[in-house]
């Protein structure tokens, strides 16, 4: 079970306007400062600038908000973004994508599948070896992107060192996080934090959806190469990792279903067979991503391809039902993928989350919302919502300017958080013999909760701190409703608080716990 602390310190940070007052000192907090999200995957970047209390994507120099993470060789000039693109294109064995995978050993031999350049090393020193024998290790070229990543932040804030907050995979291992820190920080960038990519998602929401309630959320991930499904119990800033399955389906995926579509619909037309030529293909997958996108907003999509194949031009038609028909197995594949990590708990999924531009396709949005009919679905703006995520975790940081100073990053069960004081043992709330509410030995401090106690719910209560009964009494019979609150302070002192809701009487019980680590 994983815990990331949103607030950097603070259990208790407003997440949505409404739940709690903003103080003063939150509002000139954020006000005052300014930084950045970033994040990074396998086929496109984003940058999102934190400044004035909000957050938002800001373009690159060609004008758009994504940026490819694919990278080039051009007669031993090192080409990023959209030039790379283009590269891709026309010398697909002078380019290289798939960088994010790379540097994770478990899904490197996935990554350089379908790439036209070579790899030499072994999974922990790869190195690139383009069509001119030239060689690049992969964290060089991913050095290139972030100092592309860079300048697109100049250009909002200046030639600067800007504070970031990376968007990492909840599995990201020690030296992933290591490296792409490395990155950022030599292309000028000074990274502050790093926060696992579903917690970033569900993190936007909750500071900008005043639907999104505590509770079991689910979060899908359609990236470019791979779909991620994260199961996450959230309280008052609090998240539980409960389950996270990964599958290598993504939207490259379907691109190549579509391109495929198109190569069999041109050799029968040409009686030719545009596989020989690697140029070729590149271009039909490069015009399939695009017929992709548009199918997304239309029923039918005209994909053209000028000179596809020997002077050949294409031009083909597609339809939205083909193009599912197209991806309909891996459609299946990924709602397996999203049932399986359903099925880790019996509660109810208040709130599902799509992020990453693949989840845009309308067939996997639509199964989605049948299978999870009483939920909230949300998937505005899929593609950006991580790193909006990543830019309002910033946001936060810069809210508890006390907690920056003993901010320090360790590993927590896979997951960066910060070192702060935790609770050393489980401490629980028993009521009639049950375990009602559990605080789970590692929860930072300070915390606070709350839950309802029916009438009639029980005729006794304690609390317990590991094998321990703290403190235990009667609930009299004539007691209606309770409003039960739990807090614990840094120091390790336990207050509960009971309200009759019938009654309005209070009644609070101090209580010493062995205490933070």
């Given amino acids: 079970c994983y815990y990331f602390l949103s607030s950097g310190i603070n259990a208790e940070w407003p997440l949505r306007p409404g739940n709690s007052p903003l103080s003063v000192s939150y509002l000139l907090a954020i006000q005052s400062m300014s930084g950045f999200g970033i994040s990074f995957g396998n086929t496109s970047a984003y940058v999102a600038l934190a400044q004035n209390g909000d957050v938002s994507v800001i373009a690159n120099s060609a004008g ?7 990278v080039a060789l051009e007669e031993g000039e090192v080409l990023t973004a959209t030039p790379a693109l283009q590269m891709q294109t026309r010398q697909p064995q ?44 992969v964290s060089t070229l991913i050095n290139h992107i972030f100092q592309n990543l860079k300048e697109t932040a100049d250009s909002s804030l200046g030639n600067e060192k800007h504070e970031v907050v990376l968007a990492v995979p909840l599995s990201a291992s020690n030296n992933y996080k290591d490296l792409l820190k490395s990155c950022a ?27 999104v309630q505590n509770g079991h959320q689910l979060v899908v991930r359609v990236g470019g190469q791979s779909t991620d499904v994260s199961l996450i119990k959230s309280s008052a ?18 691109d190549k279903e579509i391109g495929k579509f198109l190569c069999n619909e041109f050799n029968k037309k040409h009686r030719v067979r545009i596989e020989e030529s690697v140029r070729s293909i590149s271009k039909l997958l490069r015009a399939a991503r695009e017929t992709k996108h548009m199918l997304t907003l239309s029923n039918t ?27 309909q197995g891996d459609i299946t594949k990924l709602m397996n993928v999203i049932r399986s990590t359903r099925s880790s708990t019996t509660h109810d999924i208040g709130t599902v989350v799509l992020c990453g531009s693949g989840s845009l396709v309308s067939k996997l949005s639509s199964l989605i919302s049948s299978e999870f009919p009483n939920s909230l679905i949300l998937n505005r703006v899929p593609g950006e919502v991580v790193v909006q995520g990543a830019a309002r975790h910033l946001l936060t940081l810069h809210s508890y300017p006390e907690a920056r100073s003993k901010l320090e990053l360790e590993e927590m069960g896979g997951i960066l958080t910060a070192s702060l004081s935790t609770v050393s043992e489980e401490i629980a709330v028993v009521v009639d013999g049950k375990d009602n509410l559990v605080i789970r030995a590692g929860t930072p401090l300070p915390h606070h909760t ?42 390790g002192t336990c207050e509960l608080v009971l309200k009759d809701c019938g009654s309005g009487e209070r009644s609070t019980m101090v209580i010493p716990v062995t205490g933070g680590s």
């Fill in 237 to 254: 800033g609090l998240y539980s990792v409960v389950a996270h399955n990964e599958d290598f389906i993504g939207g490259t995926k379907f």
């Fill in 64 to 70: 758009e908000r994504s940026t490819s993470t694919v």
């Fill in 94 to 137: 002078n380019a290289v994508g798939n960088l994010k995978n790379l540097i994770q050993p478990e899904k490197f031999e996935h990554a350089c599948k379908g790439q036209a350049c070579k790899f030499e090393g072994d999974k922990d020193d790869v190195k690139v070896s383009f069509q001119n024998s030239t060689k690049k290790s």
């Fill in 185 to 211: 920080t030599s292309a000028g960038f000074d990274v502050v934090d790093m926060i696992p990519e579903p917690i970033a998602a569900l993190l936007y929401y909750e500071s900008s959806e005043p639907r």
């Fill in 450 to 491: 709350q839950m309802s106690l029916a009438e009639g719910a029980g005729g006794s209560l304690a609390v317990r701190a590991g094998q321990t009964t703290l403190v235990e009494s009667k609930i009299p019979e004539d007691t209606g409703d309770l409003d039960l609150q739990l807090e614990i302070s840094e120091t």
């Fill in 301 to 327: 999509a005209e994909c053209r391809v000028e000179s596809l194949y020997e002077g050949i031009d294409m031009c083909t038609p597609i339809s939205r039902p083909r193009f599912e028909t197209l991806i």
